[in-house]
């Protein structure tokens, strides 16, 4: 232990690396050198950006691995400018750019100047969201962000939350609690007490065929059996089938299953199409389940000027998985689990004496860590909190709609051309379709498609996402930047048409000249 006025805190004797290594801590005698560093790696990023002229290098794995594997991580190269030159190399000019508009793969949103703000002051800053005394003030910001997420969302007064790194931490949470809540009501049942593993095998939890698949790692996480997720037909239209939902959860009961949970999707990852909400409330209701929503998607509805009515529903559920980064246009991590109870946070409470003893509850000291399934936890809250102070939610919600128009245009192109087929129109911005060759070439289908978007990558011209549809491979947009235009995804349809075309025409001319035996 040092006393007032020892010598611990004067700098070593050595002359390296010790003394040169406290210059590199962010600290009141550096804060010229921070400026300076995070100026030049910001100028960097900006200068890359501005010169970015397609989303992807179509860099290989087999090209970077070398360059990365190369280097001696014992050998520092001692200056910012050789590390940013090096990262320049290994990751900057090859990365994935969601911000150019011919990025249309998978949930990945362009992010807003005001969030990187939030990104840059929360890092410097570093408070951690367990307990008041490593954050203050953060702790009450996230909570008026937690509020004001459970007041859009319209879950009553007794609403609260926390932010999660992401909709599958969310996901996990909210099936913890259901879990928790499930067997404190068949122990406290009459009748005989089944043990812990007797509940456990007994749960289950209902979601759609198109429901995400984080659902099934939190069953696995959990201790549910193997086969305690049970999958839900769709309809027509991809959203789940409220009269198959009915009959699951009889069949459920008259099995002596115990449905610990129903957990309804609002943007499928795959389709974005949308459950229908209230009806699945009712039957959650009359059946006495939980009812999780599954919002990560479409969450952006909440903000949006014209649409928040397809969430209409959503208000009756007991809990609800946010994704701000995916339609808020945050950067990841951001995401929030909201539930309507505040009184169920209870089961990700454990008090240690170090950190949260028992004894600040009754204190009333504000401590994040008693609803979180993290400790030490960032201040990603932040983020959300200078978008909605600078932006406002409707300018957020406004960029959302951008996209949501865009698809529907989208959506329109392809049924309108005939070399394409596209399924399940979305309310959301998600597109899939395939390309479908003319003739005897339509069998081979699947595989020109596969091909047309490994070709697409490999140019790096644009991205797009695959995923099968009734066992056959298709092509998906997912629309995230405002700034795509129907031009651009025109474009991006041309060039599928030709890789898959030219895929079809020289397998056939093979095949002609070479028969196979
Ligand atoms: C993306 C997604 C998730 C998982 O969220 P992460 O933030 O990637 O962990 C869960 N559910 C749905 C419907 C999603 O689209």
Known sequence: MSLPGSTVDTPPTRVTPGSSAR????????VERYR????DGIERVATRVAGAERPFTGVTPDELAPRIAGIDLDEPLGGTEAALD???DVYLRDAVYFHHPRYLAHLNCPVVIPALLGEAVLSAVNSSLDTWDQSAGATLIERRLIDWTAERIGLGPDADGIFTSGGTQSNLQAMLLAREEACARATGAPGARPTRPQLLSRLRILTSAAGHFSVQKAAKLLGLGADAVVTVPTDADRRMDVAELSRELDRCRRDGLLVMAVVATAGTTDFG????LPPIAERCAA?????H???????????????????????RADS??????????????SSALLVRDRRVLRHATWHADYLNPARAVTQRIPNQVDKSIQTTRRFDALKLWLTLRIMGPDAVGAL????????????????????FEVVTRSPLSTVVFRYLPAGPGRLLADEANLYAREALAASGAALVAGTRVDGAHHLKLTLLNPETTLDDVAHVLDLIAGHASRYVRTRTAAELSCPVA
């Open 23 to 30: 210059a590199h801590l962010f600290t009141s005698g550096s």
């Open 36 to 39: 300076r560093v995070l100026a």
């Open 86 to 88: 090096e990262l320049q």
């Open 273 to 276: 199409t949308v459950d229908p």
């Open 287 to 291: 059946a006495g389940v939980w009812l």
């Open 293 to 315: 929503v599954d919002a990560a998607y479409g969450c952006g509805l909440l903000v949006s000027p014209t649409r928040r009515h397809l969430l209409d529903g959503i208000e």
């Open 320 to 333: 609800v998985t946010v994704d701000y980064h995916k339609s808020f246009f945050q950067p990841v991590s």
């Open 400 to 419: 959302f709609d951008e996209v949501l128009d865009r698809a529907a245009d989208v959506w329109r192109l392809l049924t309108e051309d005939p070399r």
